[in-house]
């Protein structure tokens, strides 16, 4: 078994990163070397706003402000492993305000280039990608994503149906998007990438 490196200054026995591992994602089931060493290594708190670094590492989502939340460790933990990024993925993050997410994967896949969820319409910093990975739960994903990946590319994403929001894995057939929802969890929605208001009579 490939050994999990806790040796990141934060990570160490007691500290709220590896009480965050060690009470959180492995009873849910985060089990996976790889993931866990990335997932240590990386400073939660530094990734949300001073007031709110108190609050890093408990199980649930942290406000960013202007309606955004940083989702709680256990969804970016599902998302990583779900995701299975490799130093051959190109990888694009939509972000919501945190760049918590992109410097996980950064540690993880060959490249890793962000957008904001509020300059989608403004156009993307690439195309081609193998993997997309949305930081928070859409009712819809625009178009421009899906565009934007490569054939038989991932997208990991939470999804809203109704009120429920699930992570799920969708594979590129063609110029489609084909999901797989894989588990409920709480995953705060992200406003940008709500469904257009459609009438009804």
């Not at 070397?33 to 290594?41: D, Y």
């Not at 109704?162 to 590129?172: F, H």
Request: no cysteine.
């Amino acid at each position: 078994m490939t050994e999990i490196h806790y040796a990141s200054k934060g990570a160490e026995p007691g500290s709220p990163r590896r009480a965050m591992i060690d009470s959180q994602l492995r009873p849910s089931g985060v089990n996976e070397p790889w993931a866990l060493s990335a997932i240590a290594a990386v400073a939660r708190e530094d990734f949300v706003p001073q007031e709110a670094r108190a609050a890093a590492y408990i199980d649930r989502a942290v406000p960013l402000g202007n309606g955004r939340y940083l989702p709680a460790p256990l969804y970016h933990a599902k998302a990583v492993t779900t995701a299975e990024p490799v130093k051959g993925d190109k990888v694009l993050v939509v972000t919501v305000g945190s760049q918590y997410l992109p410097t996980l994967l950064g540690q993880l896949a060959g490249s890793v280039d962000t957008v904001d969820a509020g300059d989608l319409a403004k156009g993307l910093p690439g195309s081609g990608y193998s993997l997309i990975v949305v930081d928070g739960a859409a009712e819809e994903i625009p178009a421009v994503l899906i565009d934007a990946l490569a054939a038989d590319g991932r997208l990991v994403t939470g999804l809203i149906n109704k009120t429920v929001t699930r992570i799920a894995l969708g594979r590129k057939s063609g110029s489609a998007l084909s999901y797989l929802p894989l588990l409920e969890m709480g995953i705060p929605a992200i406003p940008e990438l709500a469904a257009p208001k459609r009438w009804s009579f």
